[in-house]
């Protein structure tokens, strides 16, 4: 009889052993990786980011995006030296600044995410009959 209730027993003891050993897998989401990423502007061109934000790719990979506007290079870049930021998206004319200007503590540029300006110029439909089409620059 013995011998039967330990059979019988040793398959809940390994159940409760493992559950035990992986209670702590899904724990990993309170030990993210703090990055602190500091943007110039909100761009059209870091959607993609934006959606890997709302969407908790970051989470998932075990970092914990704190995302800032800089509004301008000078201060995205102000940021990231004084420590307020980790890593910033801004264009390489703050780091040429600081450079020139004989900084120690200059910031090094070492990645470049997209090849063109952001910038898009928009108007209404009222100011396209301001010009008629002979005056109208194209391409």
């Known amino acids: 009889m013995r011998r039967y209730l330990i059979i019988l027993m040793m398959p809940c003891f390994v159940m409760l052993f493992g559950i035990c050993c992986l209670a702590g897998c899904e724990g990993s989401r309170h030990h993210l990786k703090k990055v602190r990423l500091n943007e110039v502007a909100h761009s059209i061109f870091y959607a993609p980011q934006y959606v890997a934000i ?36 801004m264009g390489p004319e703050a780091t040429i600044y600081q450079f020139n200007q004989g900084n120690a503590d200059y910031l090094i540029n070492f990645a470049q ?27």
Request: charged share 30%.
């Open 54 to 89: 709302e969407k908790g790719y970051f989470e998932k990979e075990g970092i914990k995006l704190e995302l800032t506007t800089g509004f301008g290079a000078d201060k995205t870049a102000t940021a990231v030296i004084s420590g307020d930021a980790d890593i910033a998206f």
């Open 113 to 139: 995410l997209t090849q063109r300006a952001g910038n898009f110029v928009v108007s209404r439909d009222t100011a396209r009959r301001k010009f008629p089409c002979s005056q109208r620059k194209t391409g």
